[in-house]
């Protein structure tokens, strides 16, 4: 049996020896995953904080990131610029276009809204005046309206204009 033994041992079969050492480097100590984290963490931040500033700080982080995936990664100092300067500089010339195309479109939103009212017919839901607010039916809602003309209920008007949550209407046979 000791002979057995020792045969199993010298053979490496009941301990076997690594053939190579590896190092445990952690996925954490790479600076292309450090500073994409830190990106994400910065859009994650954008959308609880008002203000449309911190998305480029993210941007910034992972252009970072990528220079961080080339051969010859630059070194700490050099990141911390490289953050810096495409940060402020994607601020610069992105932030009005992106807030122009998806936050301040509301004009034409708004129009397109108009358009969905504007010279539409709907029905009065109660008697109403120039002096006497009233409501209209328009696409099974109930709507407040006002109008310079006696409206009947039941009678077929035309939206002439929208203003919150009220309409502007007149009859349709004037």
Not at 63 to 83: E, G, H, K, R, V
Not at 101 to 109: A, I, L, M, N, R
Not at 163 to 171: A, G, M, R, Y
């Amino acid at each position: 049996m000791k002979i057995l033994f020792d045969y199993l041992y010298l053979t490496n079969t009941i301990n076997p020896q690594p053939k190579h050492v590896t190092m445990g480097t952690s996925v954490f100590s790479k600076p292309e995953v450090i500073w994409f984290i830190i990106g994400l963490a910065l859009f994650l931040l954008e959308l609880v904080l008002p203000g449309f500033i911190i998305f480029f700080f993210g941007v910034g982080a992972w252009i970072t990131a990528l220079l961080c995936l080339l051969p010859n990664p630059p070194s700490i100092n050099l990141q911390i610029i490289i953050f810096a300067v495409t940060s402020v500089l994607s601020l610069i010339a992105l932030r009005k276009i992106i807030q122009r195309k998806f936050f301040y479109s509301k004009v034409d939103h708004s129009s397109a809204v108009e358009d969905e009212f504007t010279g539409k017919e709907a029905i009065a839901a109660a008697n109403f005046s120039s002096e006497k607010k009233g409501k209209v039916e328009f696409k099974g809602t109930t709507w407040n309206a006002e109008s310079q003309s006696d409206i009947k209920k039941g009678q077929t008007v035309i939206i002439i204009e929208k203003e919150s949550f009220k309409l502007i209407v007149e009859p349709k046979n004037k």
